[in-house]
């Protein structure tokens, strides 16, 4: 019997079972699926709800699932441990929360004035 190959990808591999939290249209985990050439190992959350329309969001949302992501929608960080059973269980070996996107378009998120924007 061949022994699975671990893939790596910067700080992540294969075997590990990955927990994203906060994205938006999902490039960040497609980038590691594309990578590990599954998404099986990866549970991808967004506070947005399926409708919300993000540039590719839905192309990237529907190849991670057809690489064995679990995508799920309207989840909140601050009230994750009322719904702490993401893909089967809730341990996991690594959970990424990326800075989140401001969700402008001036080309300028960098500047603190943009951050700090409320």
């Keep these: 019997m061949e022994v699975p190959v671990t ?20 490039s960040f985990t497609l980038s590691l699926a594309r990578a590990f050439g599954s998404a099986t190992n990866l549970t991808a959350t967004t506070l947005d709800s399926q409708e919300r329309n993000f540039k590719n969001g839905k192309a990237n949302v529907e190849e991670l699932e057809r690489l064995g992501c ?26 990424i929360f990326n800075f989140p996107h401001a969700g402008f378009d001036y080309g300028r998120e960098h500047e603190i004035k943009i951050i700090m924007y409320d």
């Design 70 to 95: 679990n995508v799920v929608f309207g989840v909140n960080v601050h009230s994750m441990t009322a719904k702490p059973n993401f893909g089967g269980s809730a341990t996991y070996d690594r959970v």
């Design 7 to 26: 893939k790596r990808f910067k700080h992540y591999n294969s075997k590990q079972k990955i927990l994203l939290v906060g994205e938006g249209d999902f």
